[in-house]
């Protein structure tokens, strides 16, 4: 298994900021992914996370507004840009190993005041 | 696209009462299936998993979810629920181990004394 360190944890931030959440985790893994939860929703996926090069995002997220890193196998970070009260939400990290199942962080609760 | 139905929005049992969660999924191929809960205020955690074999799986706490490949459904089952049992499950889809989980949109139990 895998454990997965995500900060911050929670944050308030003020609309036109940018917020960076860091994702570490405790072993080398082959994936990792970066998911938005809303209120109430469940998760989506906002893109994954490629080592040493550009993420691959999903319909609807630009890597504009969401820039990702990934500089090794067990970090990676997902910047929330120019943020406005929509982004509010919970973001979570994820990595899956040779065994095909994700393991979570504890997410980051944001809210954009 | 893949994509995960999670036909109960929300079930609310009384104590000792037994669960039925419904999930089905569209994919044609071979996939890999979880069922993960999150309790309030906690990070996700995998209830159990199935890959191949016997398509009845054993998860934590008394779960289990039986895989029938014809109808699509990977249904979770627990014979007595308890108040700790009170959370938001989903249900996700992989068709590789390279690839991320599909969610479902979530269920959530509320037992009650």
């Known amino acids: 298994s895998a454990v997965i360190s995500q900060k911050p944890s929670r944050d308030i931030c003020q609309r036109g900021t940018s917020l960076t959440i860091q994702c570490q985790v405790d072993?080398?893994?082959?994936?990792m992914f970066w998911y938005r939860q809303q209120p109430g929703q469940s998760l989506t996926l906002i893109a994954t996370a490629n080592q040493g090069s550009e993420a691959t995002y999903e319909s609807g997220f630009v890597i504009d507004k969401f820039p990702i890193s990934r500089p090794n196998l067990t970090f990676s970070t997902l910047t929330v840009s120019n943020m406005s009260p929509e982004d509010s939400s919970i973001y979570l990290c994820?990595?899956?190993?040779?065994?095909?199942?994700?393991?979570f962080g504890q997410g980051t609760r944001l809210t954009v005041v | 696209a893949q994509s995960v139905s999670q036909h109960n929005h929300h079930v609310i049992l009384s104590e000792a009462a037994s669960l039925e969660l419904g999930c089905n999924y569209s994919y044609g191929g071979t996939v890999n299936l979880f069922w993960y809960v999150q309790y309030p205020g906690q990070h996700l955690q995998l209830l159990l998993k199935y890959f191949s074999g016997d398509p009845l799986v054993k998860g934590i706490k008394g779960f289990e979810a039986e895989f029938i490949k014809s109808k699509f459904s990977f249904n979770l089952r627990k014979p007595s629920v308890q108040w700790s049992d009170t959370a938001e499950y989903f249900c996700?889809?992989?068709?590789?181990?390279?690839?991320?989980?599909?969610f479902g949109k979530g269920t959530r139990l509320s037992v009650i004394a």
């Open positions: 996700a889809v992989v068709p590789s181990g390279n690839t991320p989980l599909v």
């Open positions: 994820s990595a899956t190993g040779q065994g095909a199942e994700a393991f």
């Open positions: 072993s080398q893994v082959t994936m």
